[in-house]
């Protein structure tokens, strides 16, 4: 079963609207990250947030992570339509684990 | 550009066949990471490597294996493929940091293996 669960599946925006994503996992985990991929492209690293951190941004991301939950959610401001894309959030448990990748959030944003 | 490097980019082969597929890290990286892709099941991690060594396996089939050479760079080996191995088949490195902490990973482009 997956670590990671994202949700919604797809999501479906106008240009400069904003996208949330949602992340919940099963186990206590080291550090999450998010992880943007193009149609048929590699996985990109957007983000990562460490277990004891609470909230972090990078430009127009803005991710948040309650271990109280077992949630994250990832925030995009002001979408574009170059950020059309797959969004995963990826859990790593212990050292020496790997990295689990929940089904992933198709998002469109249209102009 | 990520810096990890997957050949071939695309193989069709048919049911049967043996494929093996190659992936060479970022530089400094040591940890090495195959994940499949398929429509149907999401991205499965398959097996990581660390400096020549397994470090953790995941659902990765009796019929597939990889290594990881001294210069660093892997090779995920495919046999007696069936139609459902059909999938995007991803590398990735990492360099993984002390007392456990993992970094990002780095993806390579993949390998997009049909079987007829």
């Known amino acids: 079963s997956q670590q990671g669960e994202e949700d919604p599946q797809a999501l479906s925006i106008q240009e400069g609207e904003n996208a949330t994503m949602n992340c919940s996992y099963k186990t206590s985990i080291n550090n999450l990250q998010w992880y943007r991929q193009n149609s048929g492209r590699g996985l990109v690293h957007l983000i990562l947030?460490?277990?004891?951190?609470r909230e972090k941004h990078s430009g127009r991301l803005r991710v948040t992570l309650d271990t109280s939950k077992k949630s994250s959610s990832l925030l995009i401001t002001a979408s574009r339509a170059a950020d059309t894309a797959s969004y995963f959030c990826a859990t790593i448990k212990n050292y020496g684990q790997n990295f689990v990748f929940g089904p992933g959030t198709r998002l469109s944003v249209l102009p | 550009d990520s810096g990890v490097t997957q050949t071939p980019k695309h193989l069709i082969t048919a049911t049967g066949q043996r494929v093996t597929l190659r992936c060479s890290p970022r530089s400094g990286d040591l940890s090495v990471y195959w994940y499949q892709q398929s429509l149907d099941q999401g991205l499965q991690f398959l097996i990581q490597y660390y400096n020549g060594e397994e470090r953790a396996k995941g659902n990765i089939l009796e019929r597939f294996s990889a290594q990881q050479f001294p210069d660093l760079h892997s090779e995920l080996n495919l046999s007696s493929l069936e139609l459902g191995d059909s999938a995007l088949y991803f590398c990735?490195?990492?360099?993984?940091?002390?007392?456990?902490?993992?970094?990002?990973?780095?993806f390579g482009e993949g390998s997009r293996l049909t079987v007829l």
């Open positions: 947030i460490r277990s004891n951190e």
């Open positions: 990735a490195s990492s360099v993984e940091g002390l007392a456990g902490v993992h970094g990002e990973l780095f």
